[in-house]
């Protein structure tokens, strides 16, 4: 065991005696998403970095927590490589436990899947300082329960992640760009008749222009004969692969114009609403702008002030979705001060409590970072 695994060890045993709530952090690059401010002593996981092993021909790359993800990612890019979930960084300091952790996932999710589905296994500090290592290397693991995704989206409050084992796939050999112009609605419905054809969709964004307009954006990945068939069947104008790709990191990064515009007006909060890909445009509250769409109209992001909350909850609530604020509005304040749901229907809420027990007994991880008493 190394001198920085034997430091977090000993951080978390000293902070479970003196009872002391831990902040773990490694890039801080999520830091504005969360339920409180962030609480107690900073535990720093940037010491544990270091891609342990990668193996191409296997689609297996292991690696340390507090690797900066730019570093995975590059590496993985030198074998044509990469992690097809698109992760985003939202700041150069992002790291691949950060990445886990947060469980957030780029424009291609809808198509290729989510963090959780890539994670194969990975090793944590409990809250007894016991190190444990759940999963494998491998893709098919079948022992016992799959521990390893439950800790993808629990933003560390159920232990410090310390390495991790990730599936990755080779980049798609061919790509394309469509673009479209069509209203939200028209949108919708080409997304949704494309779904239901064997065509290489990978992303899709729709942005709002004057007028009740805008612009329908479909990223194509995968085989070239399965690409230029889609590009000739699906119609709309063929961009630039090279000239595209800015956007589409853009999207992915959330510096898109859609999203800068925010801060113009310091009173509106980012809401991210997570629907059924079929559902209809959403009866949003009155002044709300069209949102931006992605994940094949799965994905709604929306720019509303805090007090709309109620509305847009019950608008995704009303086709299946949930609703949660993504970023609070400039006037309150960005660092950690977005929310997720507030509510857990009362069978989950009963079943986060006893996984919080069982890995975190004192309760010293990260304390409120999912909302009050999570």
Excluded at 185 to 200: E, I
Excluded at 236 to 257: F, I, K, Y
Aim: proline share 8%.
């Amino acid at each position: 065991m190394d001198s920085a695994l034997r430091q977090i060890i000993d951080r978390v045993r000293d902070s479970v005696q003196r009872q002391a709530p831990v902040c773990i952090r490694g890039g801080g690059t999520k830091d504005f998403h969360g339920g409180a401010v962030l609480q107690g002593e900073r535990l720093d996981t940037t010491a544990l970095s270091g891609i342990v092993n990668h193996e191409p021909s296997e689609l297996v790359a292991t690696v340390r927590a507090g690797t900066p993800l730019a570093e995975l990612e590059a590496a993985l890019a030198a074998h044509g490589q990469c992690l097809p979930f698109e992760p985003p960084h939202f700041g150069p300091g992002a790291t691949v436990g950060g990445m886990v952790a947060a469980g957030l996932s780029g424009p291609a999710r809808a198509s290729v899947g989510a963090v959780r589905d890539y994670v194969l296994g990975l090793e944590l500090v409990n809250g007894r300082a016991e190190l444990l290592r759940f999963g494998g290397q491998v893709m098919k693991n079948v022992a016992g329960y799959d521990v390893s995704r439950l800790m993808v989206g629990a933003w560390g409050t159920l232990g410090v992640l310390t390495e991790v084992s990730l599936k990755v796939l080779p980049v798609p050999p061919a790509e394309a760009t469509l673009r479209f112009d069509a209203n939200p609605a028209d949108a919708l419905r080409r997304l949704q008749a494309w779904g239901g054809q064997p065509l290489p969709l990978n992303a899709s964004r729709w942005e709002g222009g004057p007028g009740g307009t805008g612009t329908l954006w479909v990223r194509l990945r995968g085989a070239v004969a399965a690409v230029e068939a889609a590009c000739r069947s699906m119609g709309g104008e063929r961009l630039d692969t090279a000239a595209a790709a800015p956007a589409w990191q853009a999207c992915r990064e959330q510096t898109l114009p859609w999203f800068a515009a925010r801060a113009e007006r310091p009173g509106l909060a980012l809401w991210r609403l997570s629907v059924p890909a079929a559902a209809p445009m959403l009866a949003l509250p009155a002044g709300v702008a069209a949102p931006l769409i992605e994940w094949h109209g799965a994905l709604r992001w929306v720019q509303a002030p805090p007090e709309a909350g109620a509305a847009l909850h019950e608008a995704a609530q009303a086709v299946g979705g949930s609703a949660s604020l993504f970023v609070a509005n400039q006037a309150i304040g960005t660092r950690a001060s977005g929310h997720f749901d507030p509510v857990l229907p009362g069978t989950l809420a009963q079943i986060h409590a006893r996984l919080q027990q069982a890995f975190d007994p004192a309760g010293i991880f990260n304390p409120g970072r999912m909302g009050p008493g999570r």
